[in-house]
């Protein structure tokens, strides 16, 4: 295990390493949002969001392949990981019962968490957003229509659409399950630092966030 880093006011805290399995580029950046929410509220932790591919997209190939990335990375960093932790889909489970099985009792061995989005990556982003909370679509097309009718600007991959969310002159925070709405804190600019910045955009259509697990930012 590596040793502290000393400076000149003693030990510096490590931050917690949490491995997030990925199916997707859109649950990978996700994962890169909660990373952005855990520095702004000053957590000690580091996410270290994995794509799961190729992965086979049935739940047990996906955690087969999140248990050898992990083993991985452990290797390679010389430090085992604080939590590891695997976003899977409801509605790829039932196909075959005997593989759900299995990859239940996978993760139980290794110590990996499942976190079910139900039905899927889409509809878990909606019930983030205001007054969505209790949605329930029955299915991903519906979850993505819901979904895209309330956030037109909708990242569709990676965690570049994501930073619209994440701007560090905002804060977001909570006590429970809920987070308190956003609160600027972005100074106006000076006339010495306006020189050459680019004409103003109307802004894009940003949701309102009111709700983040609190699994991964260790609320």
């Not at 030990?11 to 855990?38: D, H, M, N, T, W």
């Amino acid at each position: 295990m590596r040793r502290p880093v000393r400076g000149r006011r003693g030990a510096r805290p490590q931050r917690k390493r949490l491995f997030v399995g990925c199916e997707g580029e859109s649950e990978r950046g996700y994962a890169a949002l909660l990373q952005r929410y855990a520095e702004i509220d000053d957590l000690l932790v580091h996410i270290d969001p994995v794509l799961l591919q190729p992965g086979g997209g049935d739940p047990c190939a996906l955690v087969e392949r999140a248990l050898a990335l992990l083993t991985q990375r452990e290797r390679r960093h010389g430090d085992p990981y604080a939590n590891s932790f695997v976003l899977l889909d409801t509605d790829k489970l039932g196909q075959t019962p005997q593989r759900d099985q299995r990859a239940r009792q996978i993760a139980e061995r290794a110590g990996l968490t499942l976190v079910w989005q139900e039905p899927c990556h889409e509809a878990m982003l909606l019930r983030h957003l205001e007054n969505c909370t209790n949605l329930q679509p029955g299915t991903t097309p519906l979850a993505l229509q819901q979904l895209t009718q309330r956030w037109p600007a909708l990242p569709r991959s990676g965690d570049v659409g994501y930073a619209e969310l994440t701007d560090t002159s905002r804060t977001w925070s909570s006590s429970s399950a809920s987070a308190t709405p956003w609160a600027s804190r972005r100074p106006p600019p000076s006339p010495a630092t306006n020189r050459g910045w680019p004409r103003p955009r109307p802004p894009r259509p940003r949701p309102r966030l009111t709700a983040l697990p609190r699994a991964f930012t260790g609320r």
